[in-house]
């Protein structure tokens, strides 16, 4: 695996052959006895270039991250101090990874210049199996799998309109009222087309709502609302900007809106490698340092 990894960093056979210290056919016939190994082609080469195979890339990439674990796990054993290496997959909801964990990520990065992330984004609940992933970050709801979750913060929810849909609709003075408006829907909210109230007694109050417009993008039906088309009832880190700019108006601030958990999931506890948990122990910082939002009515 060193060497096939070295012949692909270094571009070439000769040029691995210099990194290792060994042989040009010595680094050509460990490849090959990899392929016949593997029964599975890993380079296609021609008397002018090498390039991976399709399995030869993808079995690079997991090779790297392997050779990564196995040179922390002796590191440890060995009870050296060395910072953690190699990739780091992650998937994180699309709006809060733009809006809020892209500064997060590049100051990691930073932190940690040689780990290497690879970030989907994506508002669906991620197959760890599948998408070959190590974590995910995710608002709300956790998924139905067997996964461990951290809890690093959390968001509020807030309701806004436009001051056009206002002014024209009129302003909803109590959640009852909601539901003589337009109120759009979103698709991955757990609670459907309830949107949920306590009130200054600290009793609950759920109101079914209803209107021509359901998403499952947080961002377009912020959008949507600011475009005069109806309420809209989404996260703070979304709505937020958008009241203090003007474009928003918050509607019902003496009434407490639920606040969205947000977690570091991973499929299994058992031997998190050290890339996991320095990403984890970086974002809980950054969220109990950064991520602070506020319930009632904005200053």
Avoid at 193 to 200: K, L, R, S
Avoid at 229 to 236: A, N, T
Wanted: aromatic share 8%; with cysteine.
């Amino acid at each position: 695996m060193r060497v096939f990894c070295s012949v692909i960093e270094a571009g070439g056979f000769a040029a691995a052959a210099d990194q290792l210290g060994i042989s040009t056919s010595a680094v050509s016939r460990q490849v090959a006895q990899l392929e016949a190994h593997l029964n599975v082609r890993l380079l296609n080469r021609t008397t002018r270039r090498m390039s991976p195979t399709d399995e030869g890339f993808a079995y690079f990439e997991r090779c790297t991250q392997l050779l990564a674990d196995i040179e922390e796990t002796e590191a440890s054993v060995a009870g050296e101090a060395r910072r953690p290496r190699g990739r780091l997959r992650l998937t994180a909801p699309m709006t809060l990874g733009i809006l809020r964990l892209a500064p997060a990520f590049a100051a990691f990065s930073q932190q940690y210049p040689e780990i290497t992330l690879d970030i989907v984004l994506s508002d669906n609940v991620a197959d760890f199996t599948e998408e070959g992933l190590d974590m995910a970050i995710r608002v709300g709801r956790i998924g139905s799998e067997n996964v461990v979750a951290r809890h690093i913060g959390e968001t509020a929810l807030l309701i806004a309109a436009a001051p056009a849909y206002l002014e024209r609709a009129g302003t909803p003075l109590t959640p009852d009222e909601l539901t003589r408006h337009s109120c759009f829907t979103y698709a991955f909210s757990a609670t459907g087309n309830h949107w949920e109230f306590v009130d200054a007694k600290g009793d609950p109050l759920s109101v079914r709502i209803g209107g021509p417009i359901k998403a499952n993008s947080g961002m377009l039906l912020a959008e949507m609302a600011v475009a005069g088309s109806g309420i809209v009832y989404g996260p703070c880190f979304i709505l937020l900007p958008m009241i203090e700019r003007g474009l928003l108006v918050r509607l019902l601030p003496d009434w407490t809106t639920r606040r969205l958990p947000i977690h570091v999931v991973y499929p299994t506890r058992r031997h998190l490698s050290a890339r996991v948990q320095a990403m984890t122990s970086f974002l809980t910082e950054w969220f109990a340092s950064r991520h602070v939002e506020p319930n009632r009515s904005p200053a």
